[in-house]
């Protein structure tokens, strides 16, 4: 199972699930791309998931693909 750099399964993915992903069969990885934020964002901060950031959550995570909700409780900031 491939893990996309916002902590989602790959497989489960709208955008790879649509046959949209700009990374095609490897699925998100950290690196710049115009069509995911997220992606773009852990590239320029060296990380391989958000989850490694110590600002996630964070104002990017919102837009998606998981819910913002979740972010904070696995985070141990939405208590």
Do not use: H, W
């Not at 989602?8 to 790879?16: D, G, L, R, T, V």
């Not at 649509?18 to 791309?33: A, D, L, S, V, Y």
Request: aromatic fraction near 10%; charge should be positive; proline fraction near 6%.
């Amino acid at each position: 199972m491939r893990i996309g750099v916002c902590g989602i399964a790959c497989e489960k993915c709208p955008q790879m699930t649509k046959g949209q992903c700009p990374n095609g069969e490897t699925g998100c990885i950290p690196r710049k791309n115009e069509f995911c934020k997220i992606a773009s964002c852990a590239f320029e901060k060296g990380i391989r998931l958000c989850f490694e950031c110590d600002e996630f959550p964070c104002e990017l995570t919102r837009s998606g693909p998981i819910s913002y909700g979740y972010c904070e409780y696995i985070s141990g900031k939405g208590f």
